[in-house]
């Protein structure tokens, strides 16, 4: 990626900027890196051994993970809606807030109703961060940054992720040390009690809040004055059908997702037999990975194109996947792992500028919903079955299942947008 050189004013150095990075992208960037350390990183690591320490089973555990894609499928549509109304920013705002009160629910009152209910609205609101991140980033710089900033995007979240993987799955031995009297629990270890896991979510619930101070210095962007009513087509109705034809890719991507990251850190702990520490760090490696393979994004970009660069690194997740169903050892199921999600990763800040570009900007916020819904129905599936599936097949079975998806994914966003040229605004009528 390259970099210019920028004169600073009297007396300062020549000082190397990066592409399309600005004060606006730079508050954007650290909002996501706050959000990701609480929201996915030490969740993802800590989540699920929380409620194995409550006593849940993998069934009740896979539907507690189905039921943020529940309330995602439910609002997807009327937050795209909300969102063109009052401005990306606000709704991003308020769900961020609202990420926060969920996560007091989840450690304050854990009875099975109200982490059904927490759950419900972290989908809800993270529903809602997601549908805004596209549009706004869009809006942040010129068109011929956007590949940057997507993957400005993709490395700060990633990268935030990994940090927060690794703090996940010290937290609970910090805990241990600072309440030695409340971590004492009969036949089970001390960072495995459910004390030592609702003070480490607890954590990850004020990284949420502080996460939301960046936003409130962060310009509010609206739909170009251009863009008259709700969208600009001649027919004056929003094409639901079409845009579901093209969003139709994150389905697979949904449920491929929602087979696996919720359950990462059960399948090394049950596969490998390995501790929540060393599980923190190998989850760290996979982020780390997925904020790095993306940075070649805008060469890839140049090179091969959006659809042709998603056909092969999605392919080669494919594969990868395929070798973590049979890998015999921890280094090789390490190996496999971080090559799968890493060249899966590809997907998500390369998709979403190619769909962009197809349509005009007025319809940018209902295709950043009518993407998650697909998303979420396809994370909904995955996650209702997955428990059902550990038991019942284990995770060979179901890794191989996501090696298709992911072949699957590749060979639609090939057919579905190979000879999809970008949207061009018509040009206005001159007066003769």
């Not at 990066?18 to 990183?41: D, K």
């Not at 969102?83 to 969920?102: E, M, Q």
């Not at 004056?236 to 991507?253: A, D, Q």
């Not at 038991?391 to 996501?402: E, K, L, N, P, Q």
Request: hydrophobic content about 50%; some cysteine; proline content about 7%.
């Amino acid at each position: 990626m390259a970099t210019k050189l920028r004169w600073r004013g009297p007396g300062a150095a020549w000082r190397p900027t990066l592409p399309g990075l600005s004060h606006q992208v730079t508050l954007f960037l650290a909002y996501n890196a706050l959000l990701h350390i609480g929201l996915i990183g030490i969740s993802d690591a800590l989540l699920n051994f929380y409620f194995v320490s409550l006593g849940y089973s993998p069934q009740t555990i896979g539907l507690l993970q189905s039921l943020p894609r529940v309330s995602g499928f439910l609002s997807s549509v009327p937050i795209g809606l909300l969102a063109n109304r009052v401005g990306v920013r606000r709704v991003t705002l308020w769900a961020t807030v609202g990420l926060t009160a969920s996560y007091v629910l989840l450690v304050a009152w854990p009875t099975l109703a109200m982490l059904g209910f927490s759950r419900f609205l972290v989908g809800l609101f993270y529903g809602a961060v997601q549908i805004g991140m596209a549009p706004l980033m869009v809006t942040l710089v010129r068109a011929e940054h956007q590949a940057h900033i997507f993957a400005y995007h993709n490395l700060v979240s990633m990268g935030a992720t990994a940090i927060g993987s690794v703090t996940g799955g010290f937290l609970p031995l910090l805990v241990v040390a600072l309440f030695p009297q409340a971590t004492r629990v009969a036949g089970v270890a001390p960072e495995q009690t459910p004390f030592a896991y609702r003070v480490a979510l607890s954590v990850a619930a004020g990284l949420i809040l502080v996460s939301a101070l960046p936003l409130l210095r962060l310009a509010e962007t609206h739909r170009s004055p251009a863009v008259h009513g709700l969208f600009s087509t001649t027919s004056g109705r929003i094409p639901w059908r079409w845009l579901t034809w093209l969003t139709l890719p994150l389905l697979l991507f949904g449920f491929t997702g929602g087979l696996t990251f919720p359950f990462y850190n059960l399948f090394f702990r049950t596969t490998f037999n390995v501790s929540d520490k060393t599980v923190g760090t190998i989850l760290s490696l996979g982020w780390v990975g997925m904020a790095l393979l993306p940075l070649a994004n805008p060469l890839w970009d140049r090179h091969w194109g959006r659809v042709r660069t998603l056909g092969i690194t999605m392919s080669v997740a494919g594969l990868a996947f395929a070798g973590l169903s049979v890998a015999p050892t921890l280094a090789i199921g390490v190996g496999c792992y971080v090559v799968a999600i890493s060249f899966r990763n590809v997907m998500q800040p390369v998709f979403q500028p190619l769909l962009l570009d197809t349509l005009p900007p007025d319809l940018h916020n209902i295709a950043s919903s009518m993407g998650m819904l697909q998303w979420n129905v396809g994370w909904f599936a995955a996650t209702a079955v997955s428990g059902f599936w550990q038991t019942a097949y284990g995770f060979g079975m179901i890794m191989r299942v996501v090696a298709l998806g992911a072949l699957l994914t590749a060979a639609s966003v090939v057919w579905l947008f190979h000879d999809r040229p970008p949207y061009r605004a018509p040009m206005p009528e001159t007066p003769t």
